[in-house]
């Protein structure tokens, strides 16, 4: 290497340390369990809710053993990867010193697990509601296997528990990681409903404060939105309030619709063409389409 290179070199490196850089994840603060880590958690969840289903091999065989044996190694390392993201916490003052983040952590992998066989039961209706409202499926195991809604989705109810444990950092990764998959951009703390598919859904975008209810289908484009951002008299965003719309039950929203505002609320068995923007509620039953000129 040339000298002037190495000089470079040199100076780069020292001012690249950074001692209490917000960016940096090293053993000097809290060691946070890297995104890689986080990701193949995810997918080992995932693993145990559709067995054989995403990994390359088949399961032989599903005894009580094995996935006896497969939930502890989950337990385990979801409990170390959460106490170290409380910990991270307690460094940046959003946990108060000397906060029990083993203990914590311990009662969210207790709240997920109490949680797993209601979320097989709601996928199984999700599954359900692919294959019954797409002529295209053929089989369970290609909406499992394949598509890309149901990923989103199983990401997203997994994600969602943890959210609501109040665990943020972990269920963000988990659901950035399945937008970066399908397409498909839900918010850990959107509240969905059984029997929830989205057909084909590239470019689907659901806010954190949406409430979906059940049997509910949207196409691929569809944005259920925040209309404006809320400031204090400083300025600063106004965390925590309700910006994104309701959908009740058996509601049908169709390709590149947008749907805006905290208080809108999509009426029961309403259906929402494509193309459409609203920004206000409609009564149940509703039939919204866009009309040009």
């Keep these: 290497m040339d000298s002037e290179t190495e000089a470079l070199i040199e100076t780069l490196a020292g001012r690249l340390v950074c001692r ?3 960016a940096m994840n090293t053993r000097r603060g809290v060691n946070l369990p890297g995104r890689r880590a986080m990701i193949a958690t995810l997918r080992t969840i995932l693993s145990a809710l559709f067995p054989g289903c995403l990994s390359y ?3 032989e065989n599903e005894d009580v053993e094995s996935v006896r044996a497969r939930l502890r190694a989950i337990a385990e390392t979801l409990t170390d990867q959460i106490a170290r993201i409380e910990a991270y916490r307690v460094l940046e003052h959003s946990r108060p010193a000397g906060f029990d983040c083993e203990g914590r952590a311990r009662a969210v992998v ?10 097989r039961a709601l996928l199984q209706a999700d599954i359900l509601a692919a294959y019954e409202g797409d ?10 296997m394949s598509y890309p809604g149901l990923l989103a989705v199983a990401t997203h109810r997994i994600a969602h528990v943890l959210y609501r444990e109040d665990v943020h950092l972990l269920p963000r990764v988990m659901s950035e990681y399945a937008h970066s998959r399908t397409g498909i951009d839900i918010h850990p703390g959107a509240t969905i409903g059984q029997g929830f598919f989205i057909d084909h859904g590239t470019g689907v975008v659901i806010g954190e404060t949406c409430v979906i209810g059940r049997n509910v289908k949207l196409y691929q484009g569809v944005t ?3 209309r404006s951002f809320q400031k204090d008299s400083e300025g600063h965003l106004v965390k925590g309030i309700k910006r994104h719309p309701n959908v009740e039950d058996d509601v049908i929203i169709y390709a590149n619709a947008t749907i805006l505002g905290g208080d809108t609320v999509i009426g029961k068995g309403s259906i929402i063409g494509g193309n459409v923007w609203l920004a206000h509620s409609v009564p149940p039953g509703s039939r919204i389409f866009y009309k040009e000129g």
């Design 20 to 22: 209490n850089c917000p």
């Design 57 to 59: 091999e088949p399961v």
């Design 110 to 119: 207790r709240a997920l697990f109490e949680a797993l066989p209601g979320i």
């Design 135 to 144: 002529p295209a499926a053929h089989s369970n195991m290609e909406i499992v």
């Design 224 to 226: 259920l939105g925040a």
